[in-house]
Nanobody, 122 residues
Framework: QVQLVESGGGLVQAGGSLGLSCAAS????????MAWFRQAPGKEREFVGA???????YYTDSVKGRFTITRDKAMNTVYLQMNSLKPEGTAIYYC????????????????WGQGTQVTVSS
């Protein structure tokens, strides 16, 4: 089992920045790939980005160059730094963990956090 707790959501103006954190406990954190997903009202949950257990990162095209994912293995924490935020980024952001190398789809996720709200005002 892996428990994930997100923090850092809130309200930010368009063009601003916000950082999210996800604290993990349970199964060995370093052997899991970690991902961030988001879900806007009335829409399906979508992949934002991920960091695999080798430290490699990949992102959905809409956030490339603006979002950065890092992980601190000593602290069992993964971070999502979001810059140049846009109103369409308003959503609940979820931290997720999976055992596979590729965790870019919801089907590859084993564990989910409870989510944290991010609201970007125009």
């Amino acid at each position: 089992q892996v428990q994930l707790v997100e923090s850092g959501g809130g309200l930010v103006q368009a063009g601003g920045s916000l950082g999210l954190s996800c604290a993990a406990s349970g199964r060995t954190f370093s052997s899991s790939s970690m991902a961030w997903f988001r879900q806007a009202p009335g829409k399906e949950r979508e992949f934002v980005g991920a960091i695999n257990y080798f430290g490699g990162t990949y992102y959905t095209d809409s956030v490339k160059g603006r979002f950065t994912i890092t992980r601190d293995k000593a602290m069992n924490t993964v971070y999502l730094q979001m810059n140049s935020l846009k109103p369409e980024g308003t959503a609940i952001y979820y931290c997720a963990a999976g055992a596979g190398f590729d965790v870019s789809s919801t089907q590859t996720i084993e564990f989910w956090g409870q989510g944290t709200q991010v609201t970007v005002s125009s």
